[in-house]
C-alpha cells in the first residue's frame, strides 16, 4: 500500500504534535518537582533553624504593675518570673547557667518559679541533678524564692529531690505573707496543677486577712485562673504551661495551643482587677522547636498608683 505525501506529512504532524505535548507535560512535572523539593528544602531548613536558632537566645520581658492595692513600702519591688525549664530538653548546663547570671543581673526581689523543672522524657544523671541544683542555688533575691509544680512535676520526684536542696520554698496550695521595708506584707499564693488533679484553690487562699492585701498568685496553667477570680480578689497571676505556643507568627500569636493553656496561651492579659501575664517559658515540651518566641525570663515592676 502506497502512503501519499500528503498523508505522510500528516503523519508526521500529529507525531510532532504528540512529541510537543509530552514534553509540556515532562516541563510541567519538572517543574513540579523544583517547586516541591525547594518548598521541601525550604521546611527543612526552617525545622534547623527553629531547632537550633529559634531555641537559643534569652529574651527578658518587662512589665510595669501599678495598683492602687500596693503597699506604700512595695513601691520599685521587682519580681523575676521564669517556668518551663523543661531542663536537659533544649536546656543544657550552659544555658541555665546563662539564665542564673541574667536572673542575678536584674537584681529581684523575689525570685518565682511555676512549674516543668525538668524534661519527663530524659532520665537525668547524678550529675545533672548536681548541676541544676548548683545553678539555682546562684540564683540571688533581696526577699525571697518560690516555686510551684507543673504537670510534669508529678510524672517523677525530680521536682522534690531537686528543689529541697535548695533556698526555694515550695507553695503547694498553700501561702506566703511578704514584707519589705514596712509592717504591710503582700500575699503570695501557689496553686496545684490542675491536669494533676492537685489544684485547691480553697486550701491555697485560705488566709483570713487576704481581702485587705494586695495579692499575687502563682499557678501553672493559666486557664484556671477564671476558677480562681470567680471567688478571690487577685491582682497579678504568673503562670506558664502554654510556653506562648512556642510557634507564634506575628498578630497571630499562639499556633499550638496545650490542654490548660487554651484560653490563655498568650503572654499578658487584663481581666477585669487581675493582671495575668503567661511565661513564654524556656525549654521545650513536645516538639524541640521555637519560632518568634525565643525563651524568656519576666521582669515585673511592682508601682503603687
Known amino acids: 500500500m502506497v502512503i501519499s505525501r500528503t498523508e505522510k506529512q500528516k503523519e508526521l504532524e500529529e507525531q510532532l504534535e504528540k512529541e510537543k505535548k509530552q514534553e509540556k507535560i515532562h516541563d510541567r512535572i519538572r517543574i513540579f518537582l523544583k517547586i516541591f523539593f525547594s518548598f521541601l528544602l525550604l521546611f527543612f531548613l526552617l525545622l534547623l533553624f527553629m531547632h537550633f536558632i529559634g531555641t537559643k537566645g534569652l529574651v527578658v520581658r518587662e512589665y510595669k504593675i501599678e495598683s492602687t492595692n500596693l503597699p506604700e513600702n512595695f513601691h520599685g519591688f521587682k519580681i523575676v518570673h521564669f517556668s518551663d525549664l523543661h531542663y536537659l530538653s533544649t536546656v543544657s548546663k550552659k544555658e541555665m547557667e546563662r539564665i542564673v547570671t541574667k536572673i542575678n543581673q536584674l537584681k529581684p526581689d523575689i525570685v518565682v518559679f511555676t512549674g ?12 545533672d541533678f548536681n548541676d541544676l541544683i548548683e545553678q539555682l542555688q546562684k540564683i540571688e533575691a ?18 522534690n529531690r531537686v528543689f529541697q536542696e535548695t533556698k526555694f520554698k515550695i507553695l503547694n496550695n498553700s ?28 486550701q491555697a487562699f485560705r488566709y483570713s486577712g ?37 510557634i507564634r507568627l506575628p498578630r497571630i500569636g499562639a499556633i499550638f495551643k496545650v490542654k490548660g493553656g487554651e484560653k490563655y496561651p498568650n503572654e499578658s ?7 495575668l501575664y503567661v511565661s513564654g517559658g524556656l525549654g521545650t515540651s513536645i516538639y524541640q522547636f521555637r519560632l518568634f518566641n525565643k525563651p524568656s525570663i519576666n521582669l515585673y515592676r511592682l508601682v503603687q498608683k
Open 142 to 159: 533581696t526577699t525571697g524564692y518560690y516555686a510551684i509544680k507543673g504537670n510534669h512535676d508529678y510524672e517523677n520526684d525530680y521536682f
Open 269 to 275: 492579659y487584663l481581666l477585669e482587677n487581675t493582671s
Open 210 to 246: 487576704m481581702d485587705s492585701l494586695f495579692t499575687i498568685t502563682l499557678l501553672h496553667e493559666p486557664d484556671i485562673i477564671d476558677s480562681i477570680t470567680k471567688k478571690y480578689q487577685v491582682d497579678l497571676a504568673l503562670a506558664g504551661h502554654s510556653h506562648n505556643g512556642q
Open 116 to 127: 516543668d523543672l525538668m524534661d519527663s522524657r530524659k532520665t537525668p544523671s547524678q550529675e
Open 175 to 202: 501561702y506566703e505573707l511578704i514584707y519589705s521595708k514596712g509592717s504591710t506584707p503582700i500575699l503570695l499564693t501557689g496553686v496545684g496543677s490542675i491536669l494533676a488533679n492537685d489544684c485547691e484553690i480553697d
